[in-house]
């Protein structure tokens, strides 16, 4: 990997970029999200995943403060059609960062067993408010209780949040059956067609992206266990 940049960690963005998602900060979360002065972006040169050094994502504060932003949260993505379209009816669907089900909700009727993971037990409880089969708690312990359980597992926009992502894979790969697959959505960080860098680009809420040559908002990809 080689250095893109130097730059100030972003502890301004807490209270100026992000204010067009009408997002508000309290000063403790914004000096427990600030460990230092400077950071780096490198990028890997096999593969361009860019990613923030030290690795240092937001912390359970910084994201219930962010997800009180009405705009935070769409309740629609793109990437949820296209992994639908890919999902068979005999098969048992694991979204792991559910949130509050909308994903969940939209293959609920069209698949075998569809099933949520979620850290947030606000996000959970509003997901099996709606009828959803939602788990909660430790995911290294969910994934004990439920290895080779599943024919897909999907993961949107959680991976670049992450500051070891290939644990977090390795773990979500164990839920799966042999030949399932593991869908994954993250961010590419030239969709922005106003500057390198949007409000979100920013070390203490996306560790890492992607960077494609094409201008499309999130790259998806699928994995396949064998």
């Not at 009727?109 to 947030?120: H, K, L, P």
């Not at 788990?135 to 080779?148: F, I, Q």
């Not at 599943?150 to 500051?163: G, K, M, P, S, T």
Request: with cysteine; hydrophobic share 35%.
């Amino acid at each position: 990997a080689y250095e893109i940049r130097n730059c100030d960690w972003s502890s301004d963005v807490c209270s100026s970029d992000l204010a067009e998602w009408d997002a508000r900060f309290s000063d403790e979360v914004i000096r427990g999200n600030t460990p230092g002065e400077k950071t780096s972006l490198l990028e890997c040169g096999e593969c361009g995943l860019q990613f923030f050094l030290p690795p240092i994502g937001g912390n359970e504060d910084f994201y219930r403060e962010l997800g009180a932003s009405p705009r935070y949260y769409n309740p629609w993505k793109w990437e949820f059609g296209w992994v639908r379209d890919r999902v068979l009816p005999s098969m048992a669907v694991l979204d792991v960062g559910c949130g509050r089900g909308d994903f969940l909700a939209e293959i609920a009727g069209s698949v075998r067993r569809a099933e949520g993971f979620e850290r947030n037990p606000d996000a959970a409880r509003a997901a099996r408010a709606r009828g959803l089969e939602v788990a909660t708690g430790d995911l290294a312990s969910h994934v004990g209780t439920r290895s080779g359980t599943y024919d897909a597992v999907c993961v949107f926009h959680i991976v670049e949040h992450l500051a070891d992502p290939a644990h977090f894979l390795a773990l979500l790969l164990a839920y799966l059956r042999k030949g399932g697959s593991l869908f994954v959505s993250m961010p590419n960080r030239r969709r922005s067609a106003g500057g390198s860098v949007e409000p979100l680009d920013r070390s203490e809420e996306h560790t890492s992206e992607l960077q494609s040559q094409f201008r499309i908002s999130y790259a998806v990809f699928c994995l396949k266990k064998k």
